[in-house]
């Protein structure tokens, strides 16, 4: 019977880490100056967004590429190539997670988002004002996002919230028009196993099979 | 004796009226404006100087239903970093609806409210532990789950650390990279061991990886 459990346990924590595995171009959020959350700018307490650029391997280790656009007065500023920390505001806000569009964007557009992103690298990119979001010139990090999507066809938030008695559009409401990533099979949590046996997950014990070593699985599994 | 006595009463009254009445007036402007961190700053003095204002700030706190103000009091009283302050604190954290939760666990967390740590260990346990949990339908209790972990990581102490360990085997992607940022934070000789394992484990996802490995250098002030 706790064989049967664990089993079922398992798979249900294989799901629900599959439902948010991080893609390259993905929405990533976390908290900001718009975050206190006043009712006039929505429930979530958001405040900056960015997009995820991927991975870099350097010296064995890896590196989380995020791209965003903040002021000058924070170091770097503008449109910047950052990692966790620098996107956080040197942690000072959690990370609460990546979206993606309605629309599922394909690889080539996940790619394409990547690069315009990476081409528009510049200091001084930022409006204070929040007059001008989406460019072309100045952005918000929001605006910078939306525009950066929009150039391969993909639009994460409505028009009609950007602009006329829609602006300013906020992280909260990009946030609550696009979804939870569900990604390909490649990104999945059992693609992290898929060279290993089944057999060895401990789960699977009770059919002649364990887990490889060190993967995540909850203490009330362990514990048994 | 007897009329120092009361010479000594009368102007601690006299003190304590006037601060009642300073205090009045920094809450009434904090309503009209919540987001001014300078009242706050000031309301905190005023808490610090006289902690009996205290039963002035949590009575207002208490008797209103605008969601700001109740954030930036709470921020206030917090800041004061009274005993009892931060009790009510914690105990407010479980009490309240989501949009305050929010504040009140920031605010637990700038203030260091070791106090609160049942009451974030309960949310996080809430959302992590519950069997019906899905993502999108409580992003609300997802959310309260990750800004619990990380005032856990702010409050900082060493017994988080064990907390945080039973919550990364149990926890998603999102979550497992905000208790990587909390363990960073609280500095305790498990911490690099426990990163390190992470950060090597080729089972475990790139992102969160990277996020260890971010952590790790700066702990070994790379």
Same mark, same amino acid.
């Given at each position: 019977?706790?064989?049967?459990?664990?089993?079922? %346990?398992?798979?249900?924590?294989?799901?629900?880490?599959?439902?948010?595995? @991080?893609?390259?171009?993905?929405?990533?959020?976390?908290?900001?100056?718009?975050?206190?959350?006043?009712? %006039?700018?929505?429930?979530?307490?958001?405040?900056?967004?960015?997009?995820?650029?991927?991975?870099?391997?350097?010296?064995?280790?890896?590196?989380?590429?995020?791209?965003?656009?903040? +002021?000058?007065?924070?170091?770097?500023?503008?449109?910047?190539?950052?990692?966790?920390?620098?996107?956080?505001?040197? @942690?000072?806000? !959690?990370?609460?997670?990546?979206?993606?569009?309605?629309?599922?964007?394909?690889?080539?557009?996940?790619?394409?988002?990547?690069?315009?992103?990476?081409?528009? @690298?510049? +200091?001084?990119?930022?409006? @204070?004002m929040h007059d001008s979001q989406k460019g072309p010139? *100045?952005?918000?990090?929001?605006?910078?996002? *939306?525009?950066?999507?929009?150039?391969?066809?993909?639009?994460?938030? !409505?028009?009609?919230? *950007?602009?006329?008695?829609?602006?300013?559009?906020?992280?909260?409401?990009q946030f609550y028009n696009t979804v939870a990533n569900? +990604?390909?099979?490649?990104?999945?949590?059992?693609?992290?196993?898929?060279?290993?046996?089944?057999? *060895?997950?401990?789960?699977?014990?009770?059919?002649?099979?364990?887990?490889?070593?060190?993967?995540?699985?909850?203490?009330?599994?362990?514990?048994? | 004796?007897?009329?120092?006595?009361?010479?000594?009463?009368?102007?601690?009254?006299?003190?304590?009226?006037?601060?009642?009445?300073?205090?009045?007036?920094?809450?009434? /402007?904090?309503?009209?404006?919540? =987001?001014?961190?300078?009242?706050?700053?000031?309301?905190?003095?005023?808490?610090?100087?006289?902690?009996?204002?205290?039963?002035?700030?949590?009575?207002?706190?208490?008797?209103?239903?605008?969601?700001?103000?109740?954030?930036?009091?709470? #921020?206030?009283?917090?800041?004061?970093?009274?005993?009892? /302050?931060?009790?009510?604190?914690?105990?407010?954290?479980?009490?309240?609806?989501?949009?305050?939760?929010?504040?009140?666990?920031?605010?637990?967390?700038?203030?260091?409210?070791?106090? #609160?740590?049942?009451?974030?260990?309960?949310?996080?346990?809430?959302?992590?532990?519950?069997?019906?949990?899905?993502?999108?339908?409580?992003?609300?209790?997802?959310? #309260?789950?990750?800004?619990?972990?990380? /005032?856990?990581?702010?409050?900082?102490?060493? =017994?988080?650390?064990?907390?945080?360990?039973?919550?990364?085997?149990?926890?998603?992607?999102?979550?497992?990279?905000?208790?990587?940022? =909390?363990?960073?934070?609280?500095?305790?000789?498990?911490?690099?061991?426990?990163?390190?394992?992470?950060? =090597?484990?080729?089972?475990?996802?790139?992102?969160?990886?990277?996020?260890?490995?971010?952590?790790?250098?700066?702990?070994?002030?790379?």
């Amino acid at each position: 019977m706790k064989d049967i459990k664990n089993i079922v %346990l398992s798979l249900i924590l294989m799901c629900s880490v599959q439902a948010f595995s @991080l893609e390259k171009a993905d929405i990533i959020y976390t908290g900001g100056v718009f975050g206190i959350p006043y009712d %006039l700018i929505g429930e979530l307490p958001l405040g900056h967004v960015g997009i995820f650029a991927g991975t870099e391997k350097k010296n064995g280790k890896i590196k989380a590429v995020i791209i965003d656009c903040v +002021p000058d007065y924070f170091r770097p500023g503008g449109i910047r190539k950052v990692s966790w920390k620098n996107f956080t505001h040197n @942690l000072r806000y !959690p990370y609460y997670g990546n979206r993606t569009t309605r629309k599922k964007p394909s690889t080539e557009q996940r790619n394409y988002v990547v690069k315009i992103a990476s081409k528009m @690298l510049k +200091p001084k990119a930022y409006n @204070l004002m929040h007059d001008s979001q989406k460019g072309p010139k *100045e952005f918000d990090c929001v605006g910078f996002v *939306e525009y950066v999507y929009e150039k391969v066809g993909l639009n994460p938030t !409505p028009d009609d919230q *950007e602009k006329g008695m829609g602006w300013p559009l906020t992280p909260s409401e990009q946030f609550y028009n696009t979804v939870a990533n569900s +990604p390909s099979p490649s990104h999945s949590y059992i693609s992290f196993v898929k060279k290993k046996d089944l057999s *060895e997950i401990s789960s699977f014990k009770s059919i002649g099979i364990s887990a490889p070593n060190d993967i995540p699985i909850p203490d009330s599994f362990t514990n048994e | 004796m007897r009329k120092i006595s009361i010479f000594l009463t009368a102007v601690f009254v006299f003190s304590a009226s006037l601060f009642a009445v300073e205090i009045e007036e920094k809450l009434s /402007a904090l309503k009209i404006n919540p =987001s001014n961190d300078v009242l706050k700053q000031q309301i905190a003095e005023i808490i610090k100087k006289n902690p009996s204002m205290i039963e002035i700030a949590l009575k207002d706190l208490h008797n209103s239903s605008d969601p700001s103000y109740i954030c930036s009091l709470s #921020a206030a009283i917090s800041i004061s970093g009274l005993e009892k /302050a931060q009790k009510e604190m914690a105990k407010m954290i479980l009490e309240s609806g989501s949009d305050i939760k929010s504040c009140l666990t920031r605010a637990s967390g700038e203030s260091k409210n070791t106090y #609160a740590q049942d009451a974030l260990a309960s949310i996080v346990e809430d959302f992590l532990f519950n069997p019906d949990r899905s993502g999108e339908r409580d992003i609300k209790k997802k959310i #309260a789950a990750i800004d619990s972990i990380w /005032a856990l990581g702010e409050i900082g102490s060493a =017994s988080t650390m064990k907390l945080l360990e039973k919550y990364y085997n149990a926890s998603d992607e999102i979550i497992r990279i905000n208790i990587i940022f =909390s363990m960073y934070k609280i500095k305790s000789d498990k911490v690099l061991p426990y990163l390190n394992k992470i950060a =090597s484990n080729e089972l475990e996802n790139e992102a969160v990886r990277s996020a260890a490995y971010e952590m790790i250098d700066e702990l070994e002030g790379k």
